[in-house]
Nanobody
């Protein structure tokens, strides 16, 4: 199993920056995909950015050029640097990890961290 703990959310004005961190523990060797999703009130949870097998990155079109995801394997952390924030980025941000070990797949979520961008 994998445990995920997010930190770094908060309130920021439009145009500002925030940095989210996700600390993974447990069977981190089995993580194939790790990244961030978000859910705004009344909306479905959506992918923000993810790292696949430690190399490939995928970003939502809405955050390309503004957000950067990175992974530190030595510290078992994944970071989302968010710049040029917009009010529409307001949401609860969740760290997500997908694992595969001995043919068994897992899907894990953190508890979420609130990001609020004021106009």
């Amino acid at each position: 199993q994998v445990q995920l703990v997010e930190s770094g959310g908060g309130l920021v004005q439009a145009g500002g920056s925030l940095r989210l961190s996700c600390a993974a523990s447990g069977s981190t060797f089995s993580i194939n995909v790790i990244g961030w999703h978000r859910q705004a009130p009344g909306k479905q949870r959506e992918l923000v950015a993810t790292i696949i097998r430690g190399t490939s990155t995928i970003y939502a079109d809405s955050v390309k050029g503004r957000f950067t995801i990175s992974r530190d394997n030595a510290k078992n952390t994944v970071t989302l640097q968010m710049n040029s924030l917009k009010p529409e980025d307001t949401a609860v941000y969740y760290c997500n990890a997908r694992t595969s070990s001995f043919g068994v797949a897992g899907n894990y979520w953190g508890q979420g961290t609130q990001v609020t961008v004021s106009s």
